[in-house]
């Protein structure tokens, strides 16, 4: 049923697959700082030894289970408050991607996680270099659990598509179904599909309208989160009002 072959315009043309190193982001950092690698230049591998997570934290995939890629693009067509956009079409792909494996609901949790249902399966790390006033180059850091069934304990909720019994052999034709998927929602965004991407989104954001437990702003509190604003701060109904939060203003305790 997977084994179409999937082909793209740029995106993960060339593709450096590696069989390990420390992290494909720092890897393609290095990449744009001494070279000029083209768009859509993909850096994948399945041994990634020293992954970089969110908020200065690891990511811990073992070796030749999961993917672990990073794709470099040039937004220059955005302003730097509009680098959400990015967060937008990272989550849309990998969440799409998981839909056509795995027959669960499939959430993004607020930025970028994605989740089956309450566990994570996939985190994204994005990457960006300003100048001019503009978006010069970013990396787009997808890390997907494919075949991993023993996570450290300290990882709160995760999962993988085998542990949601999908079962992938070759994690080559995964990520080069992933590359089709996010060079289609980049091509959304250059074209300006604002709203489309906004509702696609929408649709999939874990724990919309309902009450659930947050610490705000260091306070235990319930709210509702009611969607993302257009420069994609989280949304939340309270007692006090609806606040609108950033990162590090909101953390989840459904976690
Ligand atoms: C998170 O959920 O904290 C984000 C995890 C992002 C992991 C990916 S794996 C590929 C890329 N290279 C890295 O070093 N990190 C990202």
Request: aromatic share 10%.
């Given at each position: ?90 989550a849309l792909a ?108 929408d649709k999939r ?51």
């Open positions: 049923m997977h084994s179409k072959a999937f082909s793209t315009l740029f995106i993960g043309r060339p593709t450096i697959s590696l069989d390990t190193i420390d992290s494909t982001n720092t890897y393609a950092q290095e990449l744009l700082s001494k070279s000029n690698p083209s768009e859509g230049t993909a850096i994948f591998t399945q041994n990634q030894t020293a992954g970089k997570g969110q908020y200065g934290r690891v990511w811990v995939s073992e070796d030749t289970k999961n993917i672990a890629v990073s794709i470099i693009l040039k937004p220059i067509f955005l302003l730097p408050k509009e680098s959400y956009y990015l967060n937008l079409i990272a990998v969440s799409e991607l998981i839909e056509n494996y795995i027959d669960k609901e499939i959430f993004i949790k607020w930025p970028n996680d994605i989740y089956v249902k309450q566990k994570k399966i996939s985190g994204i790390l994005i990457e960006n270099t300003m100048s001019n006033a503009r978006l010069q180059s970013s990396v787009l850091g997808i890390g997907i659990n494919v075949n991993q069934t023993d996570f450290d304990p300290n990882i709160p909720n995760p999962t993988s598509f085998v542990m949601e019994n999908s079962h992938v052999n070759n994690c080559v034709e995964l990520v080069n179904e992933l590359f089709t998927l996010v060079e289609k929602y980049y091509l959304k965004l250059k074209r300006r599909e604002y709203d489309f991407l906004y509702a696609e989104y954001l874990y724990l919309k309208n309902s009450l659930s437990p947050f610490v705000v702003k260091g306070i235990e509190q319930n709210g509702i989160i009611r969607g993302i604003d257009k420069q994609g701060m989280l949304k939340l109904e309270t007692k006090t009002g609806l606040l609108t939060l950033g990162l590090n203003e909101i953390q989840y305790k459904l976690s």
